[in-house]
């Protein structure tokens, strides 16, 4: 079975400061991995993917991800928060091997809240 | 990406009725789901929508509950039957374009339902 695990409920930080929202994940083979941002009242926005090569990915809106596949972990980034980044982040994961599941698997989510 | 039109985008409904969801996709897509979010929650997966044939649903989800239909590549429907207080939520559709490994997922502005 695959699962995701975003282990802080809520991040804070101050606008201009670098920010990171944890995510560790379990799956058989290698992964394929989602983070997807939610603003109020908001379907969810794509914002980067992992599947191959390079372990730091660039996404939307200046955010980044570093999969580490020692840690299982696909943190994501941002070098200078903005007080829009505040919304809901998801990060998400399926398998690449034949045998995975199709659809995602979710984490809990995390509130990132930047304070002005 | 796929352009996803989701209706209605809300709805406040009485209890022991029934409301339909639509998903309607602007190409036609491999892979549809359809998922659940509480409030406050993450996303759940209700079942994947297969075309021209019954829905797989996830543990816990019933077709006599959440009956799903998807008669061609690009539009599906899920109806919440006899709803009570408990199935307010988010309802999302989400979508999966092509068959290499670069595909993405899609998801559309969600249908907020609040059953009283």
């Known amino acids: 079975a695959q699962s995701v695990a975003q282990p802080e409920d809520q991040v804070n930080v101050a606008e201009g400061n670098p920010l990171t929202v944890k995510c560790t994940y379990s799956v058989s083979g290698n992964p394929y991995l989602f983070w997807y941002v939610q603003y109020p009242n908001r379907g969810l926005q794509f914002l980067l993917k992992y599947i191959t090569g390079d372990n730091l990915v660039k996404g939307s809106y200046g955010f980044e991800a570093e999969f580490n596949k020692s840690q299982t972990s696909f943190h994501l980034k941002k070098p200078s928060a903005l007080v829009s980044d505040s919304a809901l982040y998801f990060c998400a994961v399926r398998g690449l091997s034949s045998g995975s599941a199709r659809q995602l698997t979710f984490g809990s989510g995390t509130q990132l809240t930047v304070l002005p | ?116």
């Open chain 2, 1 to 116: 990406s796929a352009v996803i039109s989701q209706k209605p985008s809300r709805d406040i409904c009485q209890r022991g009725t029934s409301l339909t969801i639509q998903c309607q996709v602007d190409s036609q897509v491999t892979m549809m789901f359809w998922y659940r979010q509480q409030p406050g929650q993450s996303l759940t997966l209700i079942a994947t929508a297969n075309q021209g044939s019954e829905a797989t649903y996830e543990s816990g989800f019933v077709i006599d509950k959440f009956p799903i239909s998807r008669p061609n590549l690009t539009f599906s429907t899920l109806t919440v039957s006899n709803m009570s207080p408990e199935d307010s939520s988010i309802y999302l559709c989400s979508v999966v374009l092509g068959q290499s490994r670069n595909y993405g997922y899609t998801f559309g502005s969600g249908t907020r339902l609040t059953v009283v």
